[in-house]
């Protein structure tokens, strides 16, 4: 089993900063997929970035510029720097790796942008 725990959320104001963290534990010898999502009130699941198994981190067009993913490999952590957030970014941030033939997603955290 692997278990996944964000932290990091929060209330901030358009144009603010936010850094996002997801650790994993349990069996977790051997992840190299991980990826964040977000989940707007009403709204659809929706990948943010992710870094694959080879390397190179992905974006969404909307976050692209704005938000950098990164990965600590010795503990098996996941990052999400986001700057200029804007009111557009409220959602609901979960972590998410696909790992022996199945998925695993955090609980999610909350980020709201709001003046």
């Known amino acids: 089993q692997v278990q996944l725990a964000e932290s990091g959320g929060g209330v901030v104001q358009p144009g603010g900063s936010l850094r996002l963290s997801c650790e994993a534990s349990?069996?977790?010898?051997?992840?190299?997929?991980m990826a964040w999502y977000r989940q707007a009130p009403g709204g659809q699941r929706e990948l943010v970035a992710r870094i694959p198994p080879g390397g190179g981190a992905q974006y969404a067009d909307s976050v692209k510029g704005r938000f950098t993913v990164s990965r600590d490999r010795s503990k098996v952590a996941m990052y999400l720097q986001m700057n200029s957030l804007n009111p557009e970014d409220t959602a609901t941030y979960y972590c998410?790796?696909?790992?022996?033939?199945?998925?695993?997603w955090g609980q999610g955290t909350q980020v709201t942008v709001s003046s």
């Open positions: 998410w790796t696909f790992f022996r033939g199945r998925d695993y």
């Open positions: 349990g069996n977790i010898f051997g992840i190299n997929h």
